[in-house]
């Protein structure tokens, strides 16, 4: 039932990836144009609108931003409402403050909100939509971890990025018949990993989902060390090996012990070199992977879902979450949408697709 | 019903896009490592089939190809065999030399064939089949107006090469306050228009599916030099006046008359500065959209669509091409593949997306 | 002597090139900062300092704009203040406002004005020098045609794009055995030509200094369409035929002509298509050379430049241009600066290495 | 005094660095067609000078490479021929090998020698000169720590990719108003950290030259939190406390100790976090700044490189290195180039232009 709306609130929630301000202007512009709605810009995700910042977006505003990366609202990883850390004391004692969210939504007057974000935004659109407000999702994470949408925004430009990394790695790998490894990002699903190192013509893929044999690599990367004399080895930083050893980088946590540097990738690294005694470098991407200006495909990707989102909004269709489709945007129930986390299935096309070109997957 | 391949050809037919030696490596690699099999690629596309110009492939000759740009195999404009032009008269004259290619393909000992290539290459494919050849489709355009697929290979690298020289072009339009034309291929479909428009944030975007009306443009230019300031303008090579008059640079014919240069790129800007009196530039990307190292995007569009295709040939599904389909590459009948051209619907999303955040396509 | 700066002046004259960013921050923030003084910024060029159109710059106002390509103040070709175009009618009559910019430089209270520009605004500067103001020029030119400086800032990032391009074009041009002509920037030095086409492999290269001849270049381009069986050829955009016929693309008059269409690089292209019978190609990068983000290179030189400058100011040494001299930033006199272009020497060390690595000039 | 040469060796040496193929394509092409001599290339470096391995290069060969990163002779770091190690056990036992060396030269037929390296293989030359050697040296290294020439090629590559992955930095950093450290190559002299910082906008530099202090990073970093929201630091590998503890990431040694692991940049984030309380992140930038597609200035100056010491090796000038000075490539005595190792200046230009724009170096 369409609805008529005069005040729409936008939120940018979770990490932040390439594409966002894509979203956020094609929401504004048309609701400022043809809708004539005020813009009420959240700041800093739901940490914002509990603390009650926002920001009347004008025009100017979301002019001239399709191509920056971040978010011109800026984020945060901290706001969950219904578990909000007390006093900022990092999370030891949360609170619900949802109603002061529900308070703030009446009280600034919105008729909708449109919240971007990964699973963990989703989630709390979910649980905010059945106290009442008027929500659409739009899917967003750099990780492609979304079952409900065939891909978010984002992914993309992780994936090209990690590629040209990888891209430049290969030529000075094979000038030096050296061991080069590079952790990329995908602390669950590997598909930046398996994506990237596809593209990038990695010779050993580690992802989550397919632990990995220590001694599986070792003879590989020995063996091409003998023909090809070098490798690159490419590796999600939740990758693990299947002696049950999940060793990751805890970045979100808070690393108090200098002991406990170095990630999956410098851990390969130094155990590859160790056992071989090739030589063996590492990079770490790190958030290289999420900023900058994003990838075509994220831009034109993330103007239709803000599209589609404000129209599911104008049509009264809340709870619900935009999704790709094939070609087009439909929109999906948020209650299927936070359902299923998408990790790379090992019968995978994509999977078949490596191995079939000789990556080693270390199983 | 799965058939044993001993031999098997590959070729690169129509103009060349990011991704075919992604595709080339991961049929030859494959064929050559699990299925044991002789990889015969054909040079310069259908031409070479007919002259009878083929090369072994080794796996040192698919390695370390998938990020160059091009194809190892050559290819050719000029090669249908079923109106091929004969004494290289530049086709005047054309005889059906399809017969040959059949009895090329005898003589090679070829169990199957992949052929790489657009909408022509595909309409031979389809022909030869019916004259016997095992052969297994992939399609390729940079134009992505392919219907029985979701999205090609090509199109997205063509795509960020647009997108990235727009968004060059915003900076020196916004320090000069100019009008800016860019003129990108598309000669009957808008695709690279419409969708880097869309991605670099172009205020004009005309395209062939949308004829365009001068006065609209001269007035929506002229509105925003007193606003913004500036105008970038993306215009389609097969942009066309609504007036009737068809006006293309004819690049693919003779040309020998020098007053005929100009494409309608230099026609749009002529004609705006003409009459408007603003300041107007033109660029005209040309061939640069089509050649350099391949987007990951379509490195991994094409590794999933090479090893489909062998995957194809190897169960005996000859006559069908590969095809994306939301998340997964399928197989879909040549004949039914060769139907559609895909251009831009007016009422697709992307353009209603385009509309939204303001842009002008001159009706 | 130095002299005590309580309000500084900024101006950037002339086209925009990547870098004036970086120069406008190193001049602002320490000006802010450490000297205490007041920034205004003069808004597009001369002409805002005729029209008395400033804005005081803030720290906030130069953050964050170190990799943005144009300029945060505007410019404008059209404000030389000696021979200014009354009523704005495009300049057919000028005036003297010379005092106009005098009289505002003593109302806005400025001790001193930093000009970013190339020869032209270096020679207004000159001359507002002789009528009293505390000038201190940086000199900016993507065409690299200043002879007082070793290297400006702009041309690099320049470079970068038009070497990228060719780079693009070399896989597409072999692919299809082609011929590709790339127009370049370079109306009257052929600097970003020679740069460009020696770095991105350009089989023949044409350039103002050296006028070609066109049977030089049909029986070149011809010979390797039966070896290389593909060309390459950079066209400086103010390349001529040693016939005499000095053909240009006139981008700053009115073009009135439609028949006008087409520089050099179209009128090449298509001559050779026509004498050769090769299938030819056309790209004129244009204005994509001119924005966009620029490289590191110049967003180094551009802070030393801006540091500098601002160094010289304080210590009062005006009349002067800061110039890059082996590792080092000095300054020049500007009428020292402003004597001589810089064109190619045709017995340059890089045209002398361009034709040692087989580059065609057309002579 | 000219001498004729029938036989030129080529021979990259030490760690790879974009440009290298720039510099053989241009020592190469007018050996093989101006100077009708045969080009011996020597592969791995030193290693396979002594090793005997070399490859006769054609045209075809040096060909298409100009834009190739890495080096097509392949380069190791192994091969000092006065001090080799015996029996590949890594450099244990050591043996003065120049005599085989020489040897092979004599073996080989070789007049003249081209050896492009850094300061260890200028060193190796020179003193394979004294022993009757025909050298002319090419520097190159990206840390741009040789003080014989204003610039090596490499360098400019480098500082590229360094630069590219802070912009990507700085919009996730203000997105999450984090602390993003990220370490680049530079382990005794810190142009690459300063460079790519001052160009990125990092908010901290750390280098060799200038000794840190913990607490003023604390500090510096804390109070932005407060304004701006958060700090890019970029740290050189080199890079350390001024309370004496030198740590550095031992790359070149064995990495026996898995508790070794983690650099100086994963150290810097690690005490910042834990002091600060202000999420930080880490990259490692690692050899993707050694690898790629040179930038056009390194493939120009490379282009130069080459072809100037082919000119000096034809004039005879012996025991030389090609250097750059200003605009021009000259020659200077090797004994001359290998004497001083150029760090950063404290007082450098570029120091005080990176201090005016607010960095802080931690002193």
Redesign the interface.
């Known amino acids: 039932m369409a609805i008529v709306i005069k005040r729409i609130g936008i939120l940018t929630g979770g990490?932040?990836c390439p594409g966002?301000n894509?979203v956020i202007?094609?929401i504004a512009?048309?609701a400022l144009?043809?809708i004539n709605a005020k813009v009420i810009g959240i700041l800093?995700g739901f940490e914002g609108f509990v603390e009650g910042r926002i920001r009347e977006l004008t025009k100017l505003d979301v002019?001239?931003i399709?191509?920056?990366?971040?978010?011109i609202l800026?984020?945060?990883?901290k706001g969950d409402p219904f578990h909000y850390p007390r006093d900022g004391t990092?999370g030891v004692m949360v609170t619900d403050c949802s109603d002061l969210v529900v308070d703030n939504y009446r009280q600034w007057g919105l008729d909708a909100l449109i919240a971007i974000g990964g699973d963990g935004t989703m989630n709390i659109a979910h649980n905010l939509t059945k106290k009442g407000m008027n929500i659409v999702g739009v899917p967003k994470t750099i990780d492609n971890d979304l079952d409900a949408t065939?891909?978010t925004f984002g992914h993309?430009s992780a994936?090209?990025?990690?590629?040209?990394?990888i891209?430049?790695?290969?030529?000075?790998?094979?000038?030096?018949?050296r061991v080069?490894v590079?952790e990329v990002m995908g602390r669950y699903a590997g598909w930046i990993a398996l994506?990237?190192g596809?593209?990038?013509?990695a010779d050993v893929i580690l992802i989550p989902e397919i632990p990995f044999n220590w001694d599986v690599i070792f003879d590989f990367v020995w063996k091409r060390s003998k023909g090809?004399r070098y490798s690159i080895i490419c590796v999600a930083e939740g990758a693990k090996p299947e002696d049950g050893h999940h060793i990751i980088k805890e970045?979100d946590s808070?690393?108090?012990d200098?002991?406990r540097?170095?990630g999956i990738g410098?851990?390969v690294a130094?155990?590859i070199?160790?056992e071989t005694?090739l030589e063996t470098?590492?990079?770490?991407?790190?958030?290289?992977?999420?900023?900058?200006?994003p990838?075509?495909?994220d831009?034109?990707l993330g103007?239709?879902f803000?599209?589609?989102a404000?129209h599911a909004a104008s049509r009264g269709e809340f709870g619900t979450m935009v999704s790709l489709?094939?070609?087009?945007?439909v929109t999906v129930k948020l209650e299927d949408a936070i359902k299923h986390q998408r990790l790379v299935p090992p019968d995978s096309?994509?999977i078949?697709?490596?191995r079939?070109?000789?990556v080693c997957f270390g199983d």
């Open positions: 990490g932040d966002l894509a202007r094609s512009k048309p144009t043809f800093d002019t001239g399709v191509n920056l990366g971040g978010t800026g984020t945060s990883n990092s065939d891909i993309d994936l090209q990025v990690a590629t040209e990394a891209d430049r790695l290969q030529t000075t790998a094979s000038a030096h018949h080069i590079i994506g990237a596809v593209a990038g013509g090809a970045q808070k690393r108090t200098p002991i540097l170095g410098e851990i130094a155990r070199q160790e005694k470098r590492v990079t770490v991407l790190g958030h290289v992977q999420r900023g900058g200006s990838s075509a495909f831009r034109i103007t239709k803000g599209t589609m404000l489709r094939g070609r087009d945007v096309q994509l078949m697709a490596a079939a070109v000789g």
